[in-house]
């Protein structure tokens, strides 16, 4: 996970490249901590990502099937801000070549995971250093117009999803 300025958030080192995002994202503490926090009063915060992951009120996807206009300008929009994680990703394989696919990290899977952690630490130093440029934001104009609202934690959370998505595409679609 980065914000829009490219710096990593959070990494999860745990598990073999073979497993598919979508379960490493529902493994991680990350993910727990946003559903602890969306079911308590803070329920304004949430992450973008790819039609790989399920819709939650903190993961905010593409609509699938889109068909108004609004819905395909919504995605558009969406797969822009998410953008910046690709790039994160490619510089961060740029940097270290031992991270690319071409190049495997011959070591126990948990000395496998150091190296990817201490590549990615090494990676926030360069860019706090400002020896990496930074990445530019999305939606900050928005980010204190997207109102709380008190969600019953008991709901479908896709659901809760769709309000907030909904929400999202009335706030940054014209």
Not at 43 to 50: E, K
Not at 99 to 119: D, F, H, T, W
Not at 142 to 152: G, K, L, T, V, W
Request: aromatic share 10%; glycine share 6%.
């Amino acid at each position: 996970v980065c914000d829009s300025d490219l710096f990593i958030i959070n990494v999860n080192a745990n598990f073999p490249g073979s497993c598919h995002d979508s379960y490493v994202w529902e493994q991680s503490d990350l993910c727990y901590f946003l559903e602890r926090k969306f079911s308590g009063s803070h329920n304004n915060s949430f992450l973008l990502g790819d039609s790989g992951y399920g819709l939650k009120p903190w993961l905010i996807t593409p609509f699938r099937n889109e068909s108004p206009a609004r819905e395909r300008r919504f995605n558009y929009i969406l797969s822009q801000a998410r953008s910046v994680i690709e790039r994160t990703n490619g510089r961060l394989k740029n940097l270290f070549r031992c991270l690319n696919s071409e190049r495997k990290l011959r070591y126990r899977p948990e000395i496998a995971g150091q190296i990817v952690v201490a590549c990615c630490v090494i990676h926030n130093i360069l860019i706090s250093s400002q020896m990496i440029a930074r990445g530019h934001h999305f939606f900050d104009e928005y980010a204190e117009e997207i109102p709380d609202r008190p969600i019953n934690p008991q709901a479908n959370h896709f659901d809760d999803g769709e309000v907030v998505r909904q929400r999202l595409m009335d706030l940054v679609v014209n």
